[in-house]
């Protein structure tokens, strides 16, 4: 076959992810995704109709993705776990997915209102169903006499965008592994809402 072999769809999300995260969703052509893949312009579409689908199918796989992981892991925890080990599987496996997948995490906490409405409407949706898992296990919390916190929505997503973060400035040959850097975020998380007894400071 000749070296304008057609491209796998996957090939042509990983290019787009890599270079959507690079220049931006807006500043980036199909044909410089062609490029990166080494195909003719033309030969994108038959596997995705226009650059928004491929945004679209980047999106939903990311956040996607990181809600499975989610809930994989806490299906590991006995049905009478705490909140507060609840909230820290959470939380862990937050951070590992923002440090391990930046791209994508950059491109669903930038590039999402680039969406056509009707995808950007779904996008919000699987957001913020990923995200009232965190307000359900705060509110177990509170009830329990586990958690003190002022305001469930504001507590919920700053402990949320403080793992987002991590995708900004983690680098693999860094001075902290993945594990290290997920222990240190869970302690961080269980302070901020960890009651305390009067005169503990």
Known sequence: MSSQTVA?????RQ?????????????TSMREIAGGVGIKAAS??????S???????LTCTALTSLTQARDEALAELPAEA?????LSVFIRTHVKFHAENSHQAMLVNS??????????????ELRDTYQSEMQIILRAGKRSGEFSYPDLDLTSYAILQMGIAVSMWYRP???LRVGQVCDVYAELAERLVCA??????
């Open 111 to 124: 590039q999402m209102t680039a969406l056509s409405a009707p995808h950007f409407h779904q996008a919000v």
């Open 196 to 201: 305390r007894e009067p005169g503990s400071d």
């Open 8 to 12: 796998t769809a996957d090939e042509i």
């Open 82 to 86: 705490s909140a507060r080990e609840r």
């Open 173 to 175: 040959e860094g001075r």
């Open 51 to 57: 650059k928004e689908a491929i945004l679209w199918d």
């Open 15 to 27: 290019v787009a992810l890599a270079q959507f995260a690079q220049n931006g969703y807006e500043a």
């Open 44 to 49: 994108l579409y038959n596997h995705f109709g």
